[in-house]
């Protein structure tokens, strides 16, 4: 049984780890990962047809306990414990629940202190009592309902019939049903950097390059050892080598060689079967949601592909979401402000189609599969091209990745 400190309005852990209000949703599956023997059986819910309507969730059924993660940021918001038999809670190191300690009316009291009367559910029979960023439900049976008007402690129970919390929430700010993500905090961090926005650059040819605001780590004026967050802009354009990239970026979270290429059969070279000595290679930037190509002879950047990490992807939970903006034109010698359409990670496909006027060209079928199974359980994406990108759209018309590459080069479809 796990053994956890409760902290409102921050987390909900241990000595080893713990679940972090605004964490992002793959720190807290690494957490999972590490703490497999003690945590098992876990669920990961999302919605299919509409990933961006409803909450992102992982259940750890075993434990009684849901992370409640933002669709949108993919940030952790709210920490539910819906069994409380299963696992062992304490606050400021003394357990108000465990085998041998009650959650009672009494002994939430004795542990929280004073707050606010509470509010009772008539549909739900449930009595609220909440903290700030901290939340009890008390189901309440029908035959004391009619004395709860006074507040919680009002109500007189027989010996042993004081009613024991049903759920517990952790959560930021006075209200459950209106609090959101918090930032990230800086304990989620870990040296990396982290995309605020990744703007995509053009000129009248085509895209350039990409305007990136990066969040990172810093120390505060005064204190050398307090850290505070800091932001940072960079610009990584087509031509940079990759040197410049790494004094922009970072090291990448990976180098990977590309061995393959199944899109090439697509490029109108009559040389596409050709097989070269040496191979391009990426820089996989995991947590700003980006991944950059790089020419096997110059060194120098070709392509960008930025991810927007939606459930129901082949690649979901390897990239953090990149949060882009693309601007596109019907005509971009045009400076006309109804002519520009701006695609976001929460654009759907149909949407850009319908700005274009046009229908796009015939999609091609991307159908992934590992070398250890062959098998793709989420089906085959399609990929569209249109103003020197590449969409691979889902089939519930959300976009699952944006490949952007230089125009006016020779030989630039050869391994598109």
Not at 93 to 98: D, E, P, Q
Not at 117 to 122: K, M
Not at 244 to 256: A, D, H, I, Q, R
Not at 259 to 284: C, G, Q, T, V, W
């Given at each position: ?7 409102p ?63 949108m940021?993919?940030r ?13 809670l ?42 700030r ?34 759920q ?53 004026p ?83 592909i ?19 903006r ?22 759907k496909?149909d ?66």
């Amino acid at each position: 049984m796990l053994d956890l400190e409760v902290v409102p309005e921050r987390s909900l852990g241990n000595e080893q780890w713990e679940f972090a209000l605004g964490m992002p949703f793959a720190q807290a599956v690494n957490i999972l990962k590490r703490q497999c023997g003690s945590i098992k059986d876990v669920q990961v819910l999302y919605s299919d047809t509409n990933p961006l309507g409803m909450d992102l969730v992982l259940n750890l059924t075993q434990d009684g306990i849901r992370l409640i993660f933002d669709p949108m940021v993919q940030r952790l918001k709210i920490i539910e414990v819906y069994n409380l038999s299963k696992v062992k809670l304490k606050y400021c190191g003394v357990h108000f629940n465990s085998p041998h300690v009650q959650p009672t009316i009494e002994q939430i009291d004795q542990s929280f202190g004073a707050t606010h009367p509470g509010v009772y559910d008539a549909a739900r029979h449930v009595f609220m009592l909440n903290f700030r960023g901290l939340s009890f439900s008390f189901p309440i049976e029908s035959k004391f309902e009619p004395h709860y008007t006074h507040g919680l402690g009002s109500l007189q129970f027989p010996n042993g019939a004081s009613p024991t919390v049903s759920q517990m929430c952790i959560y930021t700010g006075n209200s459950l049903a209106d609090t959101k993500a918090p930032p990230m905090p800086l304990s989620c961090y870990h040296g990396n950097c982290y995309p605020e926005t990744v703007e995509v650059l053009r000129d009248n040819n085509g895209p350039t390059g990409l305007k990136v605001q990066l969040a990172i780590e810093g120390t505060g004026p005064g204190h050398v050892s307090e850290l505070r967050r800091k932001t940072l802009e960079r610009l990584v354009m087509f031509g940079d080598s990759a040197q410049e990239v790494t004094s922009y970026l970072g090291s990448p979270s990976k180098v990977f060689y590309k061995s393959e290429d199944k899109m090439r059969i697509h490029s109108p070279s009559p040389r596409k079967l050709a097989l070269s000595k040496s191979s391009d290679y990426f820089f996989n930037y995991f947590t700003l949601g980006l991944d950059v190509l790089f020419d096997a002879n110059t060194h120098r950047v070709k392509k960008f592909i930025l991810q927007t990490n939606f459930p129901g992807h082949y690649n979901f939970n390897i990239y953090y979401r990149c949060d882009f903006r693309i601007p596109i034109k019907k005509d971009f010698s045009s400076d006309a402000l109804d002519d520009t359409f701006t695609i976001t990670p929460y654009t759907k496909w149909d949407s850009v189609q319908d700005f274009l006027y046009k229908p796009v060209e015939k999609p091609v079928v991307l159908n992934r599969a590992s070398t250890t199974n062959t098998t793709n359980p989420f089906g085959s994406t399609f990929c569209y091209g249109c103003q020197h990108m590449i969409f691979e759209v889902m089939s519930n018309n959300h976009i699952a990745a944006v490949t952007i590459y230089q125009p006016n080069k020779p030989g630039v479809c050869d391994d598109r």
